[in-house]
C-alpha cells in the first residue's frame, strides 16, 4: 500500500513538472503502469469530426499513423466513445468485428480498458482518453486507481494546454456551430462583386493653357509676375538681356545712316561726274537693305520684352529661378491659363497599375476639404510611364470634370488623392490583388 502511494505521488510529481503536452502525454502512458498492469497504453484526442486519433503509443517513440495496428485501436476507441464516454472495460466479442479481433489476437491483447479523460471549465474544455490492452482482465482495484489518475490527468492537461492555440481551436469548434456558418458566410461574402479601384496623388492643373516660349537666344533678364497673378492682354510678362540686340540695333541704324550720306554724296557729284551717276541705283539698293536690317534688329530687340495675349493668370514655378538663366527660341517659361477652365492631373504609380478606360469614374479628394468629393472622368492615359515628382515611376492620367459651377471650381496647384475605379471583380480580389500579384511575381505563375 506504501508503495502504490509513493509511485501514486511520484507520478502525479511528474505530470506536475511537465514541460509541455507531449512530455505529459508520454508520461501518462509510460508511467501508469506504475499502478495498473498493462501490456500497452494509447493516448487519443478528437479530431475535428469527432473521431479518435492516437497521439502517443507507451513505449513507442514516433508513431505511425498508417499501420494495421493504429487505425484499427483508433476504430475501437471511436466505438466505444459512441457506445459510451465513461470508464469501462471495452466487450471484445460483442463490440469488436472479426478483422478487429484478429488484430488483437496477433498481439495477444485480450482485454481493453476504455478511460475517459474530461474536464469542463469556464474558459476551457478539454477531452482526451486512454485505452489500456492487456492479456489478463483488470480487478475493481485497478478501476478505482484508474478513476483517480484519470481525474489527476485532465487537471494535467487542463493546465498545459488551456491557453495553447490548439485548446483555442478545439474550443471554437470550427466545423460546428455558429461559427461554421459565420466561416461559410465569410466565404460567399468573397463572391460578392466589387468595383476595383485605386487611389493616387493629383494636381489640378489648367485645361488647354497657353504656353510662354522664349522668340530669341539670350539669357532671362526678370519675370514680370508672380505664381497666379492675373494678367491683362498686353500686360508685360518676361523681360530678356537686350544687350546683344540693342547693340545689333544701334549698328544697324549707324549702318543706315553711312549709306544714306554715300547716296546724298553721290547725288550731288552727278551734276558734274558721270561716274557718280552709275553709282545712284547701286547705293539706293544698299540704303534699301540697311533699313530693312535696322528694321529686323527693332523687331529682335523688341522680342526681348514678351506680352501677354490675352487675360489669364501667370502659371510660373519660382520666377526667381530664372533671373540669369539661358534660354533658347521656343524654349517654355511660363503658362497662361484660364483659372475657370482646370482638369486634373493623377500620378498612378506602376506598381498599383489597374486596367483603366477612357471615361472610367474618378473620385478627387483635395487636400483642404478632405470629406467632400469631386467627380470626374478619365480623359486620356499616357502609354509610357514617366518619374513622377516623388521619383516614382508613374502613369500620367489626365480627368476632365464632368460639371462645375463657377463657384466650385477648385484652384490650379491644388493637391489631393483621386481614387480612380475600374472593372467589377470580386471581394477576394480587391482584397487580396497586391499579395496575389507579389505571389505572381515571385513563382512566375
Same mark, same amino acid.
Given at each position: ?56 503509443? !507507451? ?47 496477433? $498481439? ?49 492537461? $487542463? ?36 468595383? %476595383? ?31 497666379? #497673378? ?9 523681360? %530678356? #538681356? ?29 551734276? $558734274? ?9 547701286? %547705293? ?22 514678351? $506680352? ?32 475657370? !477652365? ?59 470634370? #464632368? ?18 475605379? !475600374? ?23
Amino acid at each position: 500500500m506504501k508503495l502504490n502511494v509513493a509511485n501514486l505521488l511520484q507520478i502525479e510529481h511528474n505530470c506536475r513538472n511537465s514541460q509541455s503536452y507531449e512530455e505529459l502525454r508520454y508520461t501518462i502512458v509510460n508511467e501508469t503502469r506504475k499502478l495498473v498492469p498493462y501490456k500497452a497504453a494509447l493516448f487519443f484526442s478528437l479530431d475535428s469530426k469527432q473521431n479518435l486519433k492516437v497521439e502517443a503509443i !507507451s513505449d513507442v517513440a514516433t508513431i505511425n499513423t498508417n499501420s494495421i495496428f493504429v487505425q484499427t485501436l483508433e476504430g475501437i476507441a471511436s466505438k466505444a466513445l459512441k457506445n459510451s464516454d465513461t470508464l469501462h472495460e471495452i466487450d471484445t466479442q460483442k463490440q469488436l468485428d472479426n478483422y478487429e479481433e484478429k488484430v488483437l489476437n496477433e $498481439y495477444s491483447y485480450k482485454h481493453l480498458l476504455f478511460i475517459p479523460i474530461k474536464v469542463e471549465k469556464n474558459d476551457a474544455s478539454i477531452q482526451y482518453y486512454m485505452v489500456l490492452l492487456n492479456d489478463e482482465a483488470y480487478e475493481k482495484k485497478h478501476l478505482e486507481v484508474i478513476a483517480h489518475l484519470s481525474s489527476s490527468y485532465a487537471y494535467f492537461l $487542463y493546465a498545459t494546454t488551456k491557453n495553447s492555440f490548439r485548446s483555442k481551436i478545439k474550443k471554437s469548434r470550427f466545423f460546428s456551430g455558429y461559427f461554421k456558418y459565420i466561416f461559410i458566410l465569410l466565404i460567399l461574402l468573397m463572391f460578392i462583386p466589387v468595383k %476595383l479601384s485605386v487611389l493616387a496623388p493629383l494636381e489640378v492643373i489648367p485645361k488647354n493653357p497657353f504656353i510662354v516660349t522664349s522668340p530669341l537666344e539670350a539669357a532671362v533678364k526678370k519675370i514680370e509676375v508672380k505664381p497666379n #497673378d492675373e494678367v491683362k492682354e498686353g500686360d508685360l510678362l518676361v523681360v %530678356l #538681356d537686350d544687350t546683344f540686340y540693342k547693340n545689333e540695333y544701334e549698328i544697324a541704324k549707324k549702318t543706315l545712316d553711312i549709306s544714306k550720306a554715300q547716296l546724298h554724296t553721290s547725288s550731288q557729284a552727278s551734276f $558734274y561726274d558721270i561716274n557718280q551717276k552709275r553709282k545712284i541705283a547701286e %547705293l539706293k539698293t544698299q540704303v534699301e537693305l540697311k533699313k530693312t536690317a535696322l528694321e529686323y534688329a527693332k523687331q529682335q530687340l523688341e522680342k526681348t520684352k514678351i $506680352y501677354s495675349t490675352k487675360d489669364a493668370i501667370a502659371i510660373v514655378h519660382n520666377p526667381n529661378e530664372w533671373k540669369g538663366k539661358p534660354v533658347v527660341i521656343g524654349e517654355k517659361i511660363l503658362y497662361l491659363a484660364n483659372k475657370k !477652365s482646370v482638369e486634373l492631373k493623377i500620378m498612378l504609380p506602376v506598381s498599383d497599375a489597374i486596367f483603366i478606360e477612357k471615361g472610367s469614374k474618378v473620385k478627387a479628394f483635395f487636400d483642404n476639404d478632405p470629406l467632400n468629393s469631386w467627380e470626374a472622368k478619365v480623359k486620356y492615359i499616357s502609354y509610357k510611364p514617366q518619374l513622377s515628382n516623388q521619383n516614382i515611376l508613374s502613369y500620367e492620367i489626365v480627368a476632365s470634370f #464632368d460639371n462645375l459651377e463657377l463657384n466650385e471650381i477648385p484652384t490650379i496647384g491644388l493637391r489631393g488623392t483621386a481614387k480612380i475605379y !475600374s472593372q467589377e471583380v470580386t471581394l477576394f480580389f480587391y482584397l487580396f490583388k497586391k499579395p496575389i500579384t507579389s505571389l505572381r511575381q515571385y513563382i512566375g505563375w
